[in-house]
Nanobody, 126 residues
């Protein structure tokens, strides 16, 4: 079993910066690909970013590439999402997810992730 807890979401102004954190506990953190997803009211959950188990590979939604950065610290069992130049359309509930995988690259499909956090709310005002 793996437990994931997100934190760092808050109300910010457009153009601002925010860093989300995800703390993992339970099974060995370093064996998991990690991803961030978000869901806004009335929309499906969408892929944001992912990082491989060793941090060597990252992937981003095309619309977010260049503004968001995913990283991980396996020594601290943490994964982060650095969010720059925030826009009102970034407003959503952001979820951290873990994918049990020893090889390959992280998937963009939500169905490919085995564990999920409860989400942290990010609201960007204009």
């Amino acid at each position: 079993q793996v437990q994931l807890v997100e934190s760092g979401g808050r109300l910010v102004q457009a153009g601002g910066t925010l860093r989300l954190s995800c703390a993992a506990s339970g099974r060995t953190f370093t064996n998991f690909h990690m991803g961030w997803f978000r869901q806004a009211p009335g929309k499906e959950r969408e892929f944001v970013a992912a990082v491989s188990w060793n941090g060597d590979n990252t992937d981003y939604a095309d619309s977010l590439k260049g503004r968001f950065t995913i990283s991980r610290d396996n020594g601290q069992n943490m994964v982060y999402l650095q969010m720059n130049s925030l826009k009102p359309e970034d407003t959503a509930l952001y979820y951290c997810a873990a994918d049990e995988a020893r090889t390959g690259v992280p998937t963009r499909r939500a169905r490919g992730y085995d564990y999920w956090g409860q989400g942290t709310q990010v609201t960007v005002s204009s």
